[in-house]
């Protein structure tokens, strides 16, 4: 059984910067591909950033592209995510999310058959 715990969520300032992790444990790291969501209340959950399993293929949404980082550690099983230049439009509960398939990675989050619990981020206007 896969169970993704994350951490790194908080309050910041319109500008800062904050690293998410999320840990895999289970089963092993290399064999899933994986991916950050964001979700704000009444809304549906939102694809951020994806990462292939060997870590040299990422993907962004648009609106967080050149401000975002996704990268893993695979001697850690640990999955990141650097966000700079924070907005208040950023303020989402943050999932991290794992998808075991050989297949080019996805933002469709249909995919994705692992979830964590979501670690609140909120940034200050």
């Known amino acids: 059984q896969v169970h993704l715990v994350e951490s790194g969520g908080g309050l910041v300032p319109h500008g800062g910067s904050l690293r998410l992790s999320c840990v895999l444990s289970g089963r092993t790291f290399t064999d899933y591909q994986m991916a950050w969501f964001r979700q704000t209340p009444g809304a549906g959950r939102e694809f951020v950033a994806a990462v292939s399993r060997s870590g040299q293929s990422t993907y962004y949404s648009e609106s967080v592209e050149g401000r975002f980082t996704i990268s893993r550690d695979n001697a850690k099983n640990t999955l990141y995510l650097q966000m700079n230049s924070l907005k208040p439009e950023d303020t989402a509960v943050y999932y991290c999310?794992?998808?075991?398939?050989?297949?080019?990675?996805?933002?469709?989050?249909?995919?994705?058959?692992?979830w964590g619990q979501g670690t609140q981020v909120t940034v200050s206007s």
């Open positions: 999310a794992a998808r075991s398939s050989p297949m080019s990675i996805t933002s469709m989050i249909n995919e994705y058959h692992y």
